[in-house]
């Protein structure tokens, strides 16, 4: 993929003080460990997660599935503020709610140069998706003030 993207994002952090360009480091963890895809790719997939039964291009899940895939399986905590409220772990998300509405999310944590924090709201029917090629995890403040 990367031989056909030549204009990707370059990944940076700070290391020892200073903003640096990382190098780029080829990605053979599966199932878990750094997507590699576009930004359509992405809105695709956010998308099917908001609609999975109706499905996309064939794909679809069970009318029981999305329900399974974001059910609260284990406590994590009590988010610090109050629009958030509890984080639970689901199969595969977090899951909670935000300002009252169900809210699913993985951002993955940051992968070195790089950071991306998808939300969805399937209640409005709505997400965001923040993507930055910085290794700090910042995206929260912007993926948690929207809704």
Do not use: K
């Amino acid at each position: 993929m990367l031989a056909r993207h030549p204009d990707l994002a370059v990944g940076y952090a700070v290391l020892d003080g200073e903003q640096r360009r990382i190098p780029l480091r080829l990605i053979y963890a599966r199932p878990a460990g750094g997507i590699c895809a576009s930004i359509a790719e992405m809105a695709a997939w956010m998308r099917f997660h908001l609609d999975p039964v109706t499905g996309r291009d064939g794909l679809r899940l069970s009318q029981a599935a999305p329900t399974e895939l974001t059910a609260p399986q284990i406590y994590i905590c009590h988010a610090d503020f109050a629009e958030i409220g509890r984080v639970n772990y689901g199969f595969g998300f977090f899951v909670g709610d935000h300002r009252g509405a169900c809210s699913i999310h993985h951002n993955g944590g940051p992968w070195f140069g790089y950071n991306c924090d998808p939300h969805l709201l399937p209640d409005h029917g709505s997400g965001v998706m923040v993507l930055t090629n910085g290794h700090d995890p910042g995206c929260a403040p912007l993926t948690n003030c929207w809704g």
